[in-house]
């Protein structure tokens, strides 16, 4: 691996029940990450913390790890890119997030 690369990004929602980061390069789905539910029953902010460490590859050899943490302000990650080759031209402008919040209804369904 010869360049690193860093990406990082947020969503201001506190991941009550996770969710998931879909990350994708040209446009095209590279990985869905798991967002960790942070810890509802801490008592302060640094208590709520959850992290959850993903690695993954493309078809490029261009290795990745995703670090995600989750609290009871916002989730938070960054994405590690390590680049097979010396200059990958535009990679750190393919790469974008998507982040979902899993929101848990409060409706109830009788069967």
Not at 28 to 50: G, Q, R
Not at 74 to 79: G, I
Request: aromatic share 12%.
């Amino acid at each position: 691996m010869n360049k690193k690369l860093i990406l990082k990004g947020n969503k201001n929602i506190p991941p009550v029940n996770g969710g998931y980061i879909y990350i994708y390069k040209y446009n095209n789905e590279l990985h869905i990450a798991s967002v960790p539910s942070f810890n509802i029953t801490a008592d302060n902010y640094l208590n709520s913390m959850v992290d959850n460490t993903e690695f993954f590859s493309d078809n490029e050899k261009n290795e990745y790890i995703i670090n995600i943490n989750s609290n009871r302000n916002n989730v938070e990650w960054e994405l590690e890119i390590f680049c097979n080759k010396q200059d990958e031209p535009g990679l750190i402008d393919a790469i974008k997030f998507e982040c979902e919040i899993n929101i848990a209804s409060s409706k109830q369904y009788l069967f």
